[in-house]
């Protein structure tokens, strides 16, 4: 595997917040990060679609994927060494594979695939659907909400990865969040 790809060692518990788009990812991970006065990790899969489609008007292909790959693998070894605490992704490798997987009938870069397989998280959070859709330049499943988090939660379940679903209100799904973590981990 390319080094590019290789997850740098580190202090930190690294948490990933998991799921289809617009299910409240990254307003959790900055909730988390400013409750445990932390760092969390943007995705970097969305500026990099942003600037393509502010750019082209075009959306994702196969080409992007490695790049995509890339730059959230590095700004989560560069964010990993600021801090000894939590560390919460707000998404990683793993749902980009899901969303190669479903975009591309089944088929990822093996570069993905084989990162996915050596990368560690100490967990993960399932966010749930039950929030309101909300639309922009780069979602296109407001229909398909219902296959997506279930190939996302079959993804944790193959893998025998631990995660907690979270549901209900933003509020909710950060007490919930709270809650697990503090039971789960003591620093």
């Given amino acids: 595997m390319e080094k590019i790809f290789e997850q740098q060692p580190s202090d ?3 948490i990933v917040l998991f799921g289809p788009e ?8 900055t909730q988390l990060a400013a409750h445990y006065t932390s760092e969390w990790v943007p995705e970097y899969m969305r500026t990099y679609l942003q600037d393509k489609w502010d750019r082209e008007k075009e ?3 196969k080409e992007d994927l490695l790049p995509i790959a890339k730059g959230q ?5 560069n964010l990993a060494k600021s801090t000894s605490d939590y560390l919460f992704c707000d998404t990683n490798l793993l749902e980009l594979q899901v969303y190669c997987e479903y975009y591309y009938n089944g088929w990822c870069p093996t570069e993905i695939a084989t990162a996915v397989h050596n990368h560690q998280y100490h967990y993960y959070f399932l966010t749930g659907i039950d929030v309101p859709w909300k639309a922009d330049d780069l979602r ?8 997506l988090f279930r190939n996302f939660e079959n993804a944790l379940k193959e893998r025998n990865i631990a995660y907690t679903l979270l549901k209900g209100s933003p509020q909710e799904r950060l007490q919930n969040a709270i809650e697990i973590l503090d039971k789960r981990f003591t620093k």
Avoid: H, V, Y
Avoid at 22 to 29: F, I, Q, V, Y
Avoid at 73 to 77: A, G, P, T, V
Avoid at 140 to 147: A, I, L, M
């Fill in 12 to 14: 930190c518990l690294k």
């Fill in 22 to 29: 617009s299910t409240g990812k990254t307003t959790l991970a």
């Fill in 59 to 61: 959306t994702i292909s």
């Fill in 73 to 77: 693998i590095r700004l989560e070894n």
């Fill in 140 to 147: 296109d499943r407001p229909f398909d909400r219902s296959t």
